[in-house]
């Protein structure tokens, strides 16, 4: 059994997780710190990798399930101030790991600068946007990104440059332990265009998108960049589907929402279920875009 005795203000034992995820299911973490600063982050690494101690990074929790049975790690949860700065000069804005995205573009367009309005409606954080690329069809943040201050497999900070950076279809190659910071080289524009901008985009999500519901996003990756995972779930005639509490959302087939009383094992049985049918109907794998921890 392993012991944080010596982290006890920043470390809980058996801590629920849901609270801090969007989909608001599964059991609790053996261990969830949050770190107050990177000395206190850089310590729960080492301790980590030199007591083979699993762990895992949580941001904004939106794109993740938690299994019902919980996480056997010890769980990071970058919240704090320390990992939240946002720093605006020169037409370049730096991020925290742990900024929002909502506060990320609020803060740039304030100060003139355009070009992240894109991630208008996606929640989550700048640390877990970066890891899974976030984005639209059309643009990704990793398109954006100039520079990532990451804490490397040796517990290093490091920098990684433009030329080190890789994003594909919701994936990066920025497998290091945790990503810290970012910065961006943006366009200068008018604030008031780039407000309207961030308005057109999310009165079409909110259309297409069930906010306001327990979710985690599109579950699936498109298989082919003009062929979207929803629309085949659609074809197949799932939308409306429920196992459980889970439900294939009526409004975009890719988001399953968890209904009162839905377990994680009610989501995972419904994945499995629209893979299938996908598979048998259309003769498409359907990889998953959320994290299953
Ligand atoms: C209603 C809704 C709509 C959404 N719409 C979109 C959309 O349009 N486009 C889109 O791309 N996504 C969308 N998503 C998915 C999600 O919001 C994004 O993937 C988001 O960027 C995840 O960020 P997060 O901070 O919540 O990450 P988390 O859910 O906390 O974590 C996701 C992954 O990133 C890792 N991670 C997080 N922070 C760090 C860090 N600092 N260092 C290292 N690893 C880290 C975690 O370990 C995990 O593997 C949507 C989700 C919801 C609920």
């Known amino acids: 059994m392993h ?30 710190a949050r ?28 794109n993740v399930l938690v299994r019902d049975e919980g996480v056997k790690a010890l769980v990071l949860h970058l919240e704090s101030p320390a990992f939240s700065d946002v720093t605006i ?18 803060q740039s367009t304030r100060a003139g600068l355009a070009g992240l309005e894109f991630l208008t409606g996606i929640p989550g954080t700048v640390g877990g946007a970066l890891l899974g690329n976030a984005g639209d069809r059309q643009v990704s943040i990793g398109q954006l990104v100039d520079r990532v201050t990451v804490i490397d497999a040796a517990v290093e900070i490091k920098v990684r440059d433009r030329d080190d950076l890789r994003f ?5 190659n920025l497998d290091e ?17 780039v407000v309207r901008r961030m308005r057109r985009i999310w009165i079409v999500k909110k259309e297409n998108q069930p906010y306001g519901h327990q979710s985690s996003g599109c579950i699936f990756k498109n298989p082919t960049t003009d062929l979207s995972a929803g629309m085949l779930i ?4 799932l939308k409306g589907t429920r196992f459980g509490g ?5 409004r975009h087939a890719n988001f399953i929402v968890a209904q009162p009383g839905a377990s994680t094992s009610d ?5 499995d279920q629209i893979r299938q049918r996908v598979w048998q109907q259309f003769g498409y794998e359907l990889e998953l875009q959320i994290q299953i921890w």
Do not use: Y
């Open 3 to 32: 012991s944080f005795d010596d982290f006890r203000d920043i470390v809980k034992a058996d801590e629920p997780l849901a609270p801090h995820l969007w989909f608001r299911l599964g059991g609790p973490a053996a261990f969830l």
């Open 35 to 62: 770190p107050r600063t990177l000395d206190e982050l850089v310590g729960l690494l080492r301790r980590c990798r030199d007591e083979s101690i699993p762990f895992k990074v949580l941001g904004g929790g939106s």
């Open 177 to 193: 332990l945790v990503i810290l910071s970012a910065e961006f080289a943006l366009e200068r524009a008018n604030p008031e265009v």
């Open 246 to 250: 889970a439900e294939v959302s009526d």
């Open 168 to 172: 594909a279809d919701r994936e990066s």
């Open 89 to 106: 000069r020169d037409g370049r804005i730096e991020a925290g790991a742990a900024v929002p995205l909502t506060a990320l573009i609020s």
């Open 234 to 237: 659609e074809q197949a005639g």
């Open 267 to 271: 989501v995972l049985h419904l994945i």
